[in-house]
Every structure is written in C-alpha cells, then in structure tokens.
C-alpha cells in the first residue's frame, strides 16, 4: 500500500472515532438523535480529504502519519468544544477550516523548496519581535487574566505570539544552520546575533507577563541550540539560567510567587486573603480553577463519565472552571473519558511528537534537520507544560493544547508547522532514496 493510501485509511478510521464522539456530545446537547449532527461531520471531513489531497499532489513521499494523527486531535478538540459551548465549536470548526486552508496554501507555495525561506531568517526574527510587542501597544493590545496576549484590531482579536513562536523556529533553524560549527567552538561573538532576538523575545514576553510562553521558547532554544552544536554544556548552562531566571522572578514578580504558591498550596485549612480583599480558604479563590480541574479530573475515575455526561456547570448553569475549552480543557477530556482515554490522548501527542523527530533524522540537510526538531520538540514540550500545569506537575501557565484547546491563532499557527514538516519528510524520502 503507497505512502498517501496508508493516510487516506487512516483518516477514515479518525472519522469513524470522531463521528462517533461528535455523536455523543450532540446528543447530551441536543437530547434527541438526528443525521443533523452528520452535516458538521461531514463538512470537517470533507476538509481534511481535501488537505489530504493537496498533500498527494505536492508531498507525495511525506510521512502518512502526521495529518491523520493531527485529525484525530483536531476532531477530539471539536467535540469538546461543542460539548462545553455549541457556539464556541462551531467558532472552532470555522477557525479549523482557515488552518486547513492555510496548510494548503503552505503545501503548494514551498512545494518545489521550502528551504528559501532560510533566507529570511533575519526577517522572521525580527517580525516575530514585532508581533510579540504588539500586545503591549496602547489600544490594540488587550489583558486578559493578568497578562497581554491579545490584539484587537475591529471585530478581528488574534493572539500574535502563536505565530511568533513559528517565526522564532524559523529564525533558530536557519541561523543555528549556518553558524553551528563556530557555536560548537564557544566562540561568543558568533553568539550576539542569536542572543539579541532571543534576548529580546524574552524581554517582550516577560512585559506581556505571558511567562507559559517565555519559557516554551527558552526550552525551544536550548533544545535547538543543542542538536546544532552536540555541545551538553549548553544545556547545562542553559538550566543553571532558568534556575536563575526563575529565582529572579519569583523575588520581583508577585504574579510568579502567586502561581508557585498554588502549585505547592493548592488547599489550606485556614483562610487567607483572597484577590477582592475578602477572607477565604485558598480552594475558593486563588487556587479556585486548579482545584476544580483536579476534582474534575477525579470525577472521571479509569473509564470516564462519558462524552456528553461530563459536570461542567452548576444547576444555575455558572461554569465550575472558568476557562475551560482553553487552558483546562484537558481536564473536561479526562472526566468525560477517563485515565485510560486522556492516557489515549496523550499517547497521540507523543507518537506526533516520535514522528516529527523521526522527519528529523531522515533530513539530509542542517536547516530542515533543524526546523523539524525545533517544530516537533515545541509541541512536546507545549503540550507537557500545559498537561502538566492541569495535572500539578508544574506551575499552571495559560498556554494552549496544540490543535484542542479552543484558540483561532494556535490552530492556525499549527497547521503551518504540520504542512512544514509534510515538506521536510517528503523532501527528505526523495533526497535519501535518490541516494
């Protein structure tokens, strides 16, 4: 069976699961069964045989893995973002339309070689700066929960750091490409064009207060900086200024102390002052999403509640976790299917992450062997901060669940990455079988 068959298969297996998810959540919604729910099925379906198909015709020898693992995750973020707000998924379908779009476009622009954009590694470094600066201009920038993500430009509200984090991997693998060998020589005048746009991304981010994202760029960049030079003193010396860095923050910060002291002291016995000035226990105020993500997730047990029977909502219809199809959203999938199916979900995210990496050792060339590691290895390590931050392994941050958690720019910024990495596995099965 061909590379792409193997796909197509696939993707007929996701919306075999994905109808009947999507299924489940329509009739907890709708309390009644209906083909009604099949047309919104058939419409997502309908766009990825489409992504499908431009893959065929400009990506033929591409991985026959990632899109169809890439569906099922998309599919399972639909069904929970209808099942938590009707309107909210179908804003999340429109958005999954644009990304496929997008991922199409990508595929047939850089279909003959993709690695002309190393030319612009400058240009992209430099944007991305621009687009994480612009949260924090006057009137088009928007705080939301205490930090600066959004720009609002007319009815139009974007998260521009979603895209500068694409830009960002762009730069490293393109710069890290052409100065590996100096770097791995320690030479620090060859470190300056590097440190000025990371510095500077760092700084940016750090006056938005966006911290989740600060430090999913850091471990981007030591990861990169890493596989370019072979070098583990980089690493080590980049987690002696993390330890640092964050030392440093918890002392100036207090939105830093705030979110450690919730991770650590979630519960208290006694009451404490809370953010409006009153007098409560922890559990009802500071840590009041943390600790209802938790019993949310105890309540599913091994097997789940099922989808559509999940408790999100009190009996006046009040959410029990504010936030919940975007920055907890992991925590309404593991009550509605349980440690076994979150177990699922995360196994998803892990063999998407194994094949990005394998797209990597089979490049020829130093820049997509970059640009594949550098896209792969920040989904890992976004999805472990985001996980992680709802399980209590880590401070909780506010970034989101690639292609899940409910979010416009991160769908779209996603779907670029994927179709990269279609480029750099097809190019890298030609180039090894013309070998």
């Not at 019993?295 to 789940?304: C, E, K, P, Q, R």
Request: charged residues 10%.
């Amino acid at each position: 069976m061909s590379l792409r068959n193997r796909e197509l298969v696939n993707l007929v297996l996701v919306g075999v699961v994905g109808t009947a998810a999507f299924g489940s959540a329509w009739i907890a919604h709708t309390n009644r069964v209906s083909a009604e729910a099949l047309v919104d099925v058939a419409l997502i379906a309908g766009l990825f045989l489409a992504a499908h198909l431009v893959v065929r015709r400009t990506a033929a020898q591409a991985d026959p893995t990632l899109l169809p693992l890439v569906a099922l995750l998309t599919s399972i973020g639909l069904t929970m973002n209808f099942r938590l707000n009707p309107a909210d998924g179908r804003r999340q379908a429109v958005w999954v339309a644009i990304g496929i779009l997008a991922f199409a476009l990508t595929l047939v622009l850089l279909r003959f070689d993709y690695r002309v954009l190393e030319q612009y590694r400058y240009v992209f470094g430099v944007t991305a700066i621009i687009l994480l600066l612009l949260p924090s201009l006057p009137v088009i920038g928007q705080r939301v929960n205490g930090v600066r993500l959004w720009v609002h430009v007319g009815r139009l509200q974007f998260q521009p750091g979603e895209v500068a984090k694409l830009l960002l991997v762009l730069f490293l693998a393109g710069y890290l490409r052409e100065k590996r060998e100096v770097l791995a020589q320690g030479r620090l005048k060859d470190f300056g064009p590097l440190l000025v746009i990371w510095g500077a991304a760092m700084l940016v981010l750090l006056q938005t207060s966006d911290l989740g994202s600060a430090l999913l760029y850091f471990g981007v960049f030591v990861g990169m900086l890493y596989v370019a030079t072979d070098r583990l003193s980089y690493v080590l010396a980049g987690g002696a200024l993390f330890v640092l860095g964050s030392g440093l923050l918890y002392s100036a910060l207090s939105r830093v102390q705030a979110r450690v002291i919730i991770w650590l002291h979630p519960w208290t016995d006694h009451k404490i002052p809370c953010f409006n000035g009153t007098l409560d226990y922890r559990q009802n105020c500071q840590s009041y999403q943390l600790v209802r993500s938790l019993y949310s997730i105890g309540n599913g047990g091994y097997g789940g509640t099922g989808i559509g029977r999940e408790t999100t909502t009190t009996l006046a219809g009040t959410p029990l976790i504010p936030e919940l199809n975007t920055d907890f959203i992991f925590s309404a999938i593991t009550q509605g299917i349980g440690l076994i199916g979150a177990a699922g979900v995360i196994l998803v995210f892990m063999v998407l992450v194994a094949r990005g990496m394998r797209v990597s050792l089979l490049a020829q060339d130093g820049f997509s062997k970059l640009l594949a590691v550098g896209l792969a290895f920040g989904l890992a390590l976004q999805t472990f901060i985001i996980v992680g931050g709802v399980l209590r392994v880590v401070p909780l941050t506010g970034i989101t669940l690639p292609f899940v958690s409910y979010g416009g720019s991160s769908v779209l910024a996603n779907f670029i990455a994927l179709a990269l990495l279609l480029l750099v596995s097809h190019r890298a099965r030609i180039t090894g079988a013309a070998r």
